[in-house]
């Protein structure tokens, strides 16, 4: 896209902070106003539209991107998007191990139970692995408290630990990142353990490579 503007701002309204651009106020991809919640959130996304390049590729702007997600979407599915997150504690990728390689297994170990260790800390939630092809049934009162936890992030946040916890196969990864216990690139380089020892193994994979990118 080529960039149609000079100045970006951002501006305090009623109900939060817009993003302006020659003055005028950034709408979602549904037309909605684009209203961010705290100033340091808006100044971050405006951040994004301040380039001095020719073209822009709003795809590329993962914060835009969540705050439209959050205004389009989350707002108005919100017990959806709550559920499809918590879903993941059912068969979170973390709860299941190799069987072999054990070199595999060990890494899992080492990665992986510090997480389901702060979840249980943290939250309460005891979340059980296994290395066995069948599904694994966790508790149901650990299930709830993962609805729970998941519901009380505002649509902001909500956006963004989706975003995770979708792309990674984890709503452990994905509340981990959320508050801080580690960051995006290291939840993903989690949720790619197997892949990476395989590579490390057997060398890579062009067809897997081009399916990760995506």
């Not at 939060?16 to 106020?25: A, K, N, T, Y």
């Not at 149901?140 to 196969?169: K, P």
Request: hydrophobic content about 40%; glycine content about 6%.
């Amino acid at each position: 896209m080529k960039k149609f503007y000079e100045h970006v701002a951002t501006r305090e309204e009623a109900d939060g902070f817009s993003i302006c651009l020659d003055e005028r106020p950034v709408k979602t991809p549904a037309k909605h106003a684009l209203s961010l919640p705290n100033m340091a959130l808006a100044e971050a996304v405006a951040d994004e539209w301040r380039t001095d390049v020719d073209e822009i590729d709003p795809s590329g702007m993962i914060l835009t991107r969540l705050a439209n997600s959050a205004v389009d979407s989350v707002s108005v599915h919100r017990g959806a998007v709550i559920d499809e997150i918590a879903g993941f504690g059912e068969t979170d990728l973390l709860c299941y191990r190799a069987a072999e390689p054990v070199e595999l297994r060990e890494q899992q170990e080492q990665r992986w139970a510090p997480l389901l260790a702060w979840l249980l800390q943290s939250k309460g939630v005891a979340l059980r692995a296994t290395d066995s092809v069948l599904p694994l049934s966790q508790e149901q009162s650990d299930l709830d408290t993962v609805r729970e936890v998941v519901s009380s992030f505002d649509d902001y946040g909500l956006s963004a630990l989706h975003m995770v916890t979708s792309a990674c196969g984890s709503v452990v990864l994905g509340l981990a990142t959320a508050y801080g216990e580690i960051d995006g690139n290291t939840a993903c380089e989690l949720s790619l353990l197997e892949e990476t020892f395989q590579i490390g193994r057997w060398g890579e994979d062009p067809e897997a490579t081009k399916r990760r990118v995506i």
